[in-house]
């Protein structure tokens, strides 16, 4: 009996010995100044990884995040069609959504800013931050931001997906890699529809989106663009009529740079956001009410961090034009100018983090 259980106990001690052996890839948080090792973050984070979403039996963005604690999803149709999202008990005006680090929030109205043109298989990773950073990314991140990062691959591959299910509900899918040593670019296609699972809740949705990135000194560019539509029956979606209609469409062309010069890291993008809404009450007579909303966001924003024997500080400015054609609000326009700045104070051997910071903004 004792040989027996000397040698489970010695079994498992090689097992401890050969776990902390195991090597961890180091988890990366894409922060709006610098790069941050997960378990060097004082916030409250939560990262998704690709091992993480390959496993999950989710099949579109939104289906993942309702996973997580701290965020309220409120779908209106199947596969993605319209989503509102909250992080604590924020509305969905009140939570920044980016992609690669590029705004995509509408500028009519927050039902529209999850209308991106990636697809779950696309993803690499996503970051969620849980509470106020408007500090550090501006606003409409009052309650929390999400972070999509999309996938680059250093080799060429090609993936086809077909899928089917009831209420002629089907999905095709197809995305096209070109990787090389330093220079890697991909292009990515779906289109869904189905006649919905009850009356007037049929949807139609197509998502292209192609991304580039090239490898430099200590850094990278890259750009990014892409194009989603949807069109959908809103079966109740915002009223008690039964026979709403709405088609909503969202363009993103962006580009990227990020770099590593001595003690300085420099971190620019610019970008142009155009977002289409037209509703119809009455999805058959389309007299009785109708809206049609166009807004454009063009913007950039630099940011910058030096480190120094003190830490590490951050400032950054952010400019942004709104406008909104509608036959609804009328024409409408603002200029948006954003400063910010913090610093990184580190004790104990990082074992304690003092991080204050300011942001300015103003309307115009």
Same mark, same amino acid.
């Given at each position: ?24 890839? !180091? ?9 941050? &090792?997960?378990?060097?973050?004082? !916030?409250?984070? =939560? ?9 999950? &039996?989710?099949? @579109? ?16 149709? *199947? ?30 109205? *927050? ?7 990636? /697809? ?8 969620? =931050?849980?509470? &106020? ?31 089917? *299910?009831?209420?002629?509900?089907? @999905? ?23 006649? *919905? $699972?009850?009356?007037?809740? /049929? ?36 009223? +008690? ?9 969202? @363009? ?33 007579? &389309? ?30 400015? !952010? ?29 104990? +051997? ?12 103003? $309307?115009?």
């Amino acid at each position: 009996m004792n040989k027996k259980l000397f040698s489970i106990m010695f079994l498992g001690t090689l097992a401890t010995f050969s776990a902390q052996e195991k090597q961890i890839d !180091e988890v990366l948080i894409q922060g709006k100044f610098f790069e941050t &090792p997960y378990q060097k973050v004082n !916030e409250n984070i =939560v990262v998704i990884q690709h091992k993480e979403i390959e496993q999950s &039996p989710a099949k @579109s963005i939104d289906e993942l995040l309702q996973q997580y604690t701290g965020v309220d999803i409120r779908k209106r149709g *199947g596969n993605g069609v319209l989503s509102d999202i909250s992080i604590r008990g924020g509305s969905y005006d009140q939570v920044l959504i980016l992609v690669n680090g590029i705004r995509m929030n509408d500028s009519q109205t *927050g039902h529209n800013s999850f209308n991106i043109p990636i /697809d779950l298989s696309n993803v690499e990773q996503i970051e969620i =931050v849980k509470g &106020p950073a408007a500090r550090r990314f501006g606003n409409n991140a009052y309650a929390g931001v999400i972070n999509i990062i999309t996938k680059t691959h250093k080799e060429k591959t090609v993936k086809i997906t077909a899928e089917g *299910g009831d209420f002629e509900a089907y @999905s095709l899918g197809a995305n096209i890699n070109l990787g090389g040593e330093k220079f890697s670019q991909s292009l990515q296609a779906n289109t869904a529809y189905s006649t *919905g $699972y009850r009356y007037n809740t /049929d949807y139609q949705i197509r998502n292209v989106f192609y991304q580039n990135q090239l490898d430099i000194k200590n850094g990278k560019v890259g750009i990014q663009a892409g194009f989603s539509e949807k069109k959908f029956g809103s079966n109740g979606f915002y009223g +008690s009529s039964a026979d709403q209609y709405e088609e909503i469409q969202a @363009s993103i062309v962006s580009m990227a740079y990020r770099q590593k010069l001595g003690n300085w890291g420099l971190n620019a993008n610019a970008y142009w956001r155009r977002g289409q809404d037209m509703y119809l009450w009455r999805r058959y007579n &389309p007299a009785a009410y109708r809206n049609m909303h166009i807004g454009n966001n063009v913007g950039g924003q630099l940011n910058a961090n030096y480190q120094s024997v003190i830490g590490t500080t951050g400032l950054g400015v !952010e400019l942004r034009k709104e406008f909104l054609a509608s036959n609804n609000l009328g024409h409408r326009n603002r200029f948006l100018t954003q400063v910010f700045f913090e610093h990184h104070f580190s004790f104990f +051997s990082e074992k304690l983090q003092i991080v204050p910071g300011i942001s300015w903004a103003n $309307y115009d």
